[in-house]
């Protein structure tokens, strides 16, 4: 195949049209239409915006989006936030239609980073937990791809555990996680959706990056740099990634892709506000439930409301956290050990359950 | 018979800073204060109001259901909200930390006086 003489074509064809971006050889760019193909998985259902649905309602904000946003900024990378990265490394989700579990992991990763104000925290969420565990209920396939709502709701409502158990492999299969995947799991407090192009410039850089889901054309596999902008090629199929930044002067949204870091920019791309339905709506993680110890913290503030058991404690570094429960003398015995350690300015060592403090350590 | 109160007497004023109302199945959203943080205003407790920047400088409770204070300095003795066996007590926790540490505590009193929610920091 005549990959140069193409790619020469196809930056001829950029250029023309003043597209401002690069196209050449990558990981994906070489392989069969159908390889490419199961590189997407984005099948919208569930009440989820067509594609040709999603790319006119892009199009018909674009004013709206190239607009500056009061309350944000002009520029935003959560690459880069005072020299902080809070975007986990680049994945691949190589020859399944799983697009759907990376763009909305890789969400969830990095709002689990700023939650806790730590982006160097060694967050790695099974993708293939989510898509072949939680996903077969709602459709899910390698062939078939998926579909945003039950990804969301599989993170708020089961809980997706860590890579180590259950490892990702792109082919199709049955759910093959740990058998303490339960006690492992990472859940999320909610999630919605944003469509208004202020909201999301605002959410973005003020929370945390959003996972979004576009039409992939032929020609956006040879990208290499640039924004991209539709120019040559039919329709491949539907796509999702995480937007994890934005830039007004460029025009542009920052994403990551789940094709490696042979492709595109060391595997993000920029993409034009506007263009291919990359802005209709996107989904956003409001918090992270978290499971297990956070070891040598301090205890620094109290809180409680008139309800039944209801009382936080806040953690230094790691914020609120409801104290658990249960019964009155479980509720008291852990409120009354969280103000001890306060009053004593003495570390603690808590367990906490999807957030909730179950257990700890006064030291 | 009403409730018995605490008779010694605390400081009287009443400051005030803001209102604000609870929510069900609250959860707390205020983050812990900067260095240098002082009150604010004073003003009446008419209706849903937060008191910031305090110190409790004294406790109170007696042989009655559900009946405890805190003193508030700069304030006077504020009853803890009485609707319920888990929340009043986890309240008086509160209070007790809050005298403890001399911290700062943030609260939200309501029209029948009583203390609703509370941060101690």
Redesign the interface.
């Known amino acids: 195949m005549p990959q140069e003489l193409d790619f020469n074509q196809l930056n001829t064809l950029i250029k023309s049209a003043n597209a401002g971006w690069q196209a050449g050889q990558t990981s994906v760019s070489d392989l069969s239409s159908d390889d490419q193909k199961s590189r997407l998985g984005y099948t919208p259902s569930g009440g989820e915006e067509s594609l040709e649905q999603r790319t006119q309602a892009s199009a018909a904000k674009l004013s709206a989006l190239k607009a500056s946003v009061s309350a944000a900024p002009a520029s935003f990378d959560w690459r880069n936030v005072s020299g902080q990265n809070y975007v986990t490394p680049i994945r691949d989700q190589a020859g399944c239609g799983s697009c759907v579990s990376f763009g909305t992991t890789a969400a969830v990763e990095s709002a689990y980073r700023i939650q806790r104000g730590n982006p160097g925290l060694a967050v790695d969420l099974s993708e293939a937990s989510l898509f072949y565990c939680v996903g077969p209920a709602t459709g899910a396939s390698c062939s078939g791809g998926w579909y945003m709502t039950p990804a969301m709701d599989g993170y708020k409502n089961v809980g997706i555990p860590d890579e180590a158990c259950f490892p990702y492999t792109d082919h199709q299969q049955a759910c093959g996680q740990c058998a303490d995947w339960a006690s492992r799991a990472t859940k999320i407090t909610g999630w919605h959706t944003i469509s208004n192009a202020a909201d999301i410039k605002t959410w973005l850089s003020t929370k945390g990056p959003l996972a979004t889901c576009f039409t992939v054309y032929n020609d956006f596999f040879a990208y290499t740099s640039g924004v991209y902008k539709h120019v040559s090629g039919g329709v491949a199929g539907g796509h999702c990634v995480c937007v994890v930044g934005y830039n007004d002067a460029g025009g542009y949204w920052i994403c990551k892709n789940s094709w490696g870091t042979g492709w595109g920019q060391s595997g993000f791309f920029f993409i034009a506000y506007g263009e291919c339905g990359i802005d209709s709506t996107m989904w956003a993680v409001e918090g992270i439930l978290e499971t297990g110890w956070l070891n040598n913290t301090r205890v ?13 404690a ?1 953690l230094n570094g790691f914020g ?1 956290r ?1 104290i658990a429960w249960d019964n ?1 003398n479980i ?2 015995d852990l ?2 050990l969280l ?1 001890a350690a ?2 004593g300015a003495r570390p603690v060592n808590v367990y906490q359950v999807n957030g909730v403090i179950k257990q700890l350590y006064v030291l | 018979m009403p409730d018995t109160k605490p008779q010694q007497d605390l400081l009287s004023s009443v400051t005030v800073t803001a209102s604000g109302e ?1 929510a ?5 959203t ?1 983050e ?1 204060p900067s260095a240098g943080e002082t009150g604010g205003a004073i003003g009446a407790v008419c209706a849903s109001v937060w008191v910031n920047n305090k110190k409790i400088n004294a406790l109170w409770a007696i042989n009655e259901n559900r009946n405890s204070w805190v003193g508030v300095a700069g304030v006077g003795w504020v009853k803890l ?1 009485n ?5 009043i ?3 008086t ?2 209070g ?2 809050a005298k ?2 001399q ?1 700062n505590v943030n609260y939200r009193q309501e029209s029948d006086n009583m203390l ?6």
Do not use: C
């Open positions: 620094i503030g109290l809180w409680t409301i008139d309800q039944d058991r209801n009382a936080w806040y609120w409801r009155d509720f008291f409120l009354r103000a306060k009053e | 609870a069900i199945s609250a959860a707390p205020a812990p909200a609707n319920s066996d888990s929340a007590v986890a309240f926790m509160l007790a930390n403890q540490t911290g609703h929610e509370m941060y101690v920091w």
